[in-house]
Nanobody
Framework: QVFLVESGGGSVQAGGSLRLSCARS????????WGWFRQAPGKEREGVAS?????????SYADSVKGRFTIAQDNAKNTLSLRMDSLRPEDTATYYC?????????????????????WGQGTQVTVSS
Protein backbone atom coordinates (compact mmCIF):
# COMPACT_ATOMS: atom_id res chain seq x y z
CA GLN A 1 0.00 0.00 0.00
CA VAL A 2 1.22 3.50 -0.87
CA PHE A 3 -0.04 6.70 0.73
CA LEU A 4 0.24 10.09 -0.93
CA VAL A 5 -0.36 13.51 0.64
CA GLU A 6 -0.34 16.71 -1.42
CA SER A 7 0.29 20.25 -0.26
CA GLY A 8 0.97 23.67 -1.74
CA GLY A 9 -2.18 24.55 -3.66
CA GLY A 10 -3.70 28.01 -3.56
CA SER A 11 -4.89 30.98 -5.56
CA VAL A 12 -2.78 33.04 -7.92
CA GLN A 13 -3.24 35.51 -10.72
CA ALA A 14 -2.57 34.57 -14.32
CA GLY A 15 1.15 34.58 -15.05
CA GLY A 16 2.02 33.67 -11.49
CA SER A 17 3.66 30.56 -10.05
CA LEU A 18 2.86 27.85 -7.54
CA ARG A 19 4.70 24.80 -6.28
CA LEU A 20 2.91 21.61 -5.28
CA SER A 21 4.46 18.91 -3.12
CA CYS A 22 3.57 15.27 -2.52
CA ALA A 23 4.86 13.06 0.28
CA ARG A 24 4.89 9.31 -0.29
CA SER A 25 4.79 6.69 2.47
CA UNK A 26 4.08 3.00 2.69
CA UNK A 27 5.59 0.33 0.49
CA UNK A 28 4.70 -1.35 -2.78
CA UNK A 29 7.66 -2.73 -4.70
CA UNK A 30 5.66 -2.62 -7.91
CA UNK A 31 5.36 1.19 -7.74
CA UNK A 32 7.87 2.40 -10.30
CA UNK A 33 6.55 5.82 -11.34
CA TRP A 34 4.48 8.67 -10.00
CA GLY A 35 3.17 11.99 -11.12
CA TRP A 36 0.41 14.60 -11.16
CA PHE A 37 -3.10 14.62 -12.54
CA ARG A 38 -5.70 17.37 -12.45
CA GLN A 39 -9.44 17.57 -12.68
CA ALA A 40 -11.45 20.67 -13.43
CA PRO A 41 -15.21 20.83 -12.62
CA GLY A 42 -17.20 18.90 -15.18
CA LYS A 43 -14.12 17.50 -16.87
CA GLU A 44 -12.26 14.20 -16.91
CA ARG A 45 -9.18 13.75 -14.76
CA GLU A 46 -6.15 14.26 -16.96
CA GLY A 47 -2.46 13.53 -16.68
CA VAL A 48 -0.15 16.52 -16.22
CA ALA A 49 3.33 15.14 -15.59
CA SER A 50 4.98 11.94 -14.48
CA UNK A 51 8.45 10.74 -13.59
CA UNK A 52 10.13 7.39 -13.09
CA UNK A 53 11.13 6.53 -9.54
CA UNK A 54 14.65 5.83 -10.67
CA UNK A 55 17.98 7.53 -10.62
CA UNK A 56 17.57 9.05 -14.08
CA UNK A 57 14.09 10.40 -13.33
CA UNK A 58 12.72 10.28 -16.89
CA UNK A 59 9.83 12.76 -17.06
CA SER A 60 6.80 13.19 -19.30
CA TYR A 61 4.45 16.17 -19.65
CA ALA A 62 1.08 16.91 -21.14
CA ASP A 63 1.36 19.16 -24.18
CA SER A 64 -0.68 21.84 -22.41
CA VAL A 65 1.94 22.30 -19.68
CA LYS A 66 5.22 21.67 -21.51
CA GLY A 67 7.67 24.51 -20.92
CA ARG A 68 5.62 25.88 -18.00
CA PHE A 69 5.53 23.05 -15.45
CA THR A 70 8.48 21.12 -14.03
CA ILE A 71 8.22 17.85 -12.13
CA ALA A 72 10.99 16.80 -9.74
CA GLN A 73 11.56 14.25 -7.02
CA ASP A 74 13.72 13.77 -3.97
CA ASN A 75 14.03 10.01 -3.57
CA ALA A 76 15.88 10.34 -0.27
CA LYS A 77 12.84 12.13 1.17
CA ASN A 78 10.17 10.30 -0.91
CA THR A 79 8.77 13.60 -2.10
CA LEU A 80 7.51 14.78 -5.46
CA SER A 81 7.08 18.37 -6.55
CA LEU A 82 5.42 20.22 -9.41
CA ARG A 83 6.66 23.70 -10.15
CA MET A 84 4.00 25.60 -12.12
CA ASP A 85 5.01 28.83 -13.87
CA SER A 86 3.14 31.13 -16.24
CA LEU A 87 -0.14 29.87 -14.87
CA ARG A 88 -3.30 30.35 -16.88
CA PRO A 89 -6.97 30.39 -15.85
CA GLU A 90 -7.40 27.07 -17.66
CA ASP A 91 -4.92 25.49 -15.22
CA THR A 92 -7.55 25.88 -12.50
CA ALA A 93 -8.31 22.42 -11.14
CA THR A 94 -7.87 20.02 -8.27
CA TYR A 95 -4.40 18.53 -8.59
CA TYR A 96 -3.78 14.96 -7.51
CA CYS A 97 -0.55 13.15 -6.79
CA UNK A 98 -0.64 9.60 -8.15
CA UNK A 99 1.63 6.56 -8.24
CA UNK A 100 1.54 3.36 -10.21
CA UNK A 101 3.26 0.32 -11.63
CA UNK A 102 1.34 -2.43 -9.88
CA UNK A 103 -1.84 -4.35 -10.68
CA UNK A 104 -4.69 -2.45 -12.28
CA UNK A 105 -7.71 -1.76 -10.07
CA UNK A 106 -11.04 0.07 -10.47
CA UNK A 107 -9.27 3.17 -9.18
CA UNK A 108 -6.58 3.00 -11.85
CA UNK A 109 -6.28 5.76 -14.40
CA UNK A 110 -4.30 5.27 -17.58
CA UNK A 111 -2.04 7.96 -19.00
CA UNK A 112 0.63 7.60 -21.66
CA UNK A 113 0.27 3.85 -21.52
CA UNK A 114 0.77 3.59 -17.76
CA UNK A 115 -1.74 2.85 -15.01
CA UNK A 116 -1.76 4.97 -11.87
CA UNK A 117 -3.27 3.11 -8.93
CA UNK A 118 -2.62 5.19 -5.81
CA TRP A 119 -4.06 8.67 -5.28
CA GLY A 120 -3.72 11.55 -2.87
CA GLN A 121 -6.68 13.56 -1.62
CA GLY A 122 -6.02 16.44 -4.00
CA THR A 123 -5.13 20.10 -3.61
CA GLN A 124 -6.94 23.02 -5.22
CA VAL A 125 -5.22 25.40 -7.64
CA THR A 126 -7.15 28.48 -8.74
CA VAL A 127 -5.80 30.88 -11.35
CA SER A 128 -7.66 34.15 -11.85
CA SER A 129 -7.47 36.32 -14.95
Amino acid sequence: QVFLVESGGGSVQAGGSLRLSCARSGSDRSTTYWGWFRQAPGKEREGVASIDIASDGTASYADSVKGRFTIAQDNAKNTLSLRMDSLRPEDTATYYCAAGGGPVSPKSKRWLGRYFNYWGQGTQVTVSS
